[in-house]
């Protein structure tokens, strides 16, 4: 059973930066499509990147897009999102996930970003 355990969530002010990690335990990253989703107070999970199991390109929702930057380690088994340029609007639970070739995804539980003077 995979597990993914995510981390380094907090306050942050406005216009700071976040790395956020991800840990994955019971598999090995190489095998899984991965990436982070996040959920606002009030509104729908969204994606807000992903990196391919194929052929690792990487994928990011246009509110990420040039502030964000997912990376992964496959010896440690860990994924990474770089967050800079933090606004408010950030603030969210934010998910990491893994989904194996047959389309199942595991998640994590969750680690809380708030962006906020």
């Known amino acids: 059973q995979l597990q993914l355990v995510e981390s380094g969530g907090g306050l942050v002010q406005p216009g700071g930066s976040l790395r956020l990690s991800c840990g994955v335990s019971?598999?090995?990253?190489?095998?899984?499509?991965i990436g982070w989703f996040r959920q606002a107070p009030g509104a729908e999970r969204e994606g807000v990147s992903c990196?391919?199991?194929?052929?690792?390109?990487?994928y990011y929702a246009d509110s990420a897009k040039g502030r964000f930057t997912i990376s992964r380690d496959n010896a440690k088994n860990t994924v990474y999102l770089q967050m800079n340029s933090l606004e408010p609007e950030d603030t969210a639970v934010y998910y990491c996930?893994?989904?194996?070739?047959?389309?199942?995804?595991?998640w994590g539980k969750g680690t809380l970003v708030t962006v906020s003077s």
């Open positions: 996930y893994a989904r194996n070739i047959n389309a199942y995804v595991y």
């Open positions: 019971g598999g090995t990253l190489d095998y899984y499509d």
């Open positions: 990196i391919s199991r194929s052929d690792g390109k990487t």
